[in-house]
Every structure is written in structure tokens, then in C-alpha cells.
């Protein structure tokens, strides 16, 4: 026998039981006032008052808006939806070109703006004379589209121009366009346009 009583080895027991028992209690406590709080309403983030103040959408609406700036008048045109067709469009020589229509297939917001690639499909009446390959840029502060040839594809019938238009506030118009010549190349005829779509 090891000379320990069965009465002492169990006393000791009981005090090792109690003593991590007590430990165990004190980090609860200590720990669990941090992890239960009482159930809260989660923070109310500002919202504008058209959104109004229970908008559950306001957090993701400002952060893609810090993403994607947005026009005066609300969000940024999606210049590529659909096909403009000009309209009430002449040249100085008289020859008009309505009918003719421009299709932006792309476009990007950069730290300059927006910017858009596309091209014009020219005709006159039932004559189609091809395209002219653009790109764009649109200035939100005033709603000006300015676009500029890079080639086209019959240079026979067509001279690579510069182009000014404003977007209309509903984003379904483009007025007041003007055309012009590009420099250092062959001069084109000057004239007027507009678009719808």
C-alpha cells in the first residue's frame, strides 16, 4: 500500500474539481457580457430624402455611386442600348442624311469620364455610302457627346469628321450635333444632325 488514504485522495480530488470549476466561472464571466448584448436595431445610415430614411438599398447605392460617379440628372447613360437614328441631319452641300444611324458597342467610365467606340452607318435616301468608326466622350456637367473618326471603310464616298451632339435630360435624344473635319485629312462637307432612339 502507498500509505494515502482513500478519504484524502478523494478530498484532494474535489478540491482540484472545484478549484477549475471556480476558474472556468470567472472567465465566463468575465467573457460572456462581451459576446450576449441585448438584440439592437442595426445603425440607420443617412439616406437622401428621396430615398427616404428606412431605404434598404441606401449602403448599396452609395457605395456604387462611389464606384461609378453618376450625371447631374441621375445615373449614367448606357449610350449602347439601342440604335440612334439620325434625324434632320444635312450636309452644307444639301445632301441629306437622315435615315443614317449610329450604334455605340462600347463603353467605359474612366477617371476622365465616359468613354464610348461605335460607328455611324451613312446613307443618303437608298444609297448607303458605309461606316465610320468613332469614339466618344460624354461630359455628365453638360451632357456633351463628343465624338471623333478614326477610319472608315469606304473612302471614297466618305471623309473621317469630327462630331458634337447633347444628350437630351431623358437620355433618348441627341441635339444640336454639328459635324466638322478632322486635321490632316481630306475636308469633308460641314453639317448639321440630330439622333433619336
Known amino acids: 500500500m502507498d500509505g494515502t488514504s482513500p478519504k484524502t485522495s478523494l478530498f484532494g480530488s474535489a478540491t482540484v474539481v472545484a478549484a477549475i470549476i471556480s476558474s472556468l466561472t470567472a472567465l465566463l464571466t468575465a467573457i460572456l457580457p462581451g459576446l450576449i448584448t441585448p ?74 469620364g465616359l468613354q464610348a467606340a461605335g460607328f455611324f452607318e451613312w446613307r443618303s435616301g437608298q444609297q448607303v455610302f458605309g461606316r465610320e468608326y468613332v469614339t466618344a466622350a460624354y461630359d455628365a456637367a453638360t451632357r456633351q457627346l463628343f465624338l471623333e473618326s478614326q477610319y472608315v471603310d469606304n473612302s471614297t464616298e466618305l471623309a473621317p469628321g469630327t462630331f458634337s451632339a447633347t444628350l437630351s435630360a431623358d437620355g433618348r435624344q441627341l441635339l444640336d450635333g454639328a459635324w466638322g473635319n478632322t486635321p490632316g485629312e481630306l475636308a469633308g462637307v460641314l453639317g448639321s444632325w440630330q439622333a433619336r432612339r
Open 39 to 112: 438584440e439592437q436595431d442595426p445603425p440607420v445610415t443617412p439616406t437622401s430624402e428621396a430615398a427616404g430614411p428606412l431605404d434598404p438599398h441606401a449602403s448599396l447605392r452609395q457605395t456604387v455611386s462611389a464606384v461609378r460617379p453618376e450625371a447631374p440628372g441621375g445615373a449614367v447613360p448606357d449610350l449602347t442600348y439601342g440604335v440612334w437614328t439620325l434625324t434632320a441631319s444635312t450636309d452644307d452641300a444639301g445632301t441629306d442624311f437622315s435615315g443614317s444611324t449610329l450604334k455605340f458597342t462600347s463603353q467605359r467610365q474612366t477617371p476622365a
